[in-house]
């Protein structure tokens, strides 16, 4: 199953988007992206929530 959530703000501009699948999660738009494995991001979020980023 796929999940595509666009970080677009309500006035729009760019719009990078995360892409989560079972095996991994890809971030960004066009050419300019970043592939993650679920374990990369699992431990992202878990810095994002820690605050340490």
């Given at each position: 199953?796929?999940?595509?959530?666009s970080?677009?703000?309500?006035?729009?501009?760019?719009?990078?988007v995360?892409?989560?699948?079972?095996?991994?999660?890809?971030?960004?738009?066009?050419?300019?992206?970043?592939?993650?494995?679920?374990?990369?991001?699992?431990?992202?979020?878990e810095?994002?929530?820690?605050?340490?980023?």
């Open positions: 199953m796929e999940k595509i959530v970080l677009c703000s309500a006035s729009g501009g760019c719009c990078p995360v892409k989560i699948t079972d095996t991994q999660v890809e971030v960004g738009e066009k050419d300019n992206t970043c592939i993650l494995t679920r374990e990369q991001w699992d431990t992202l979020k810095k994002i929530l820690e605050k340490e980023l």
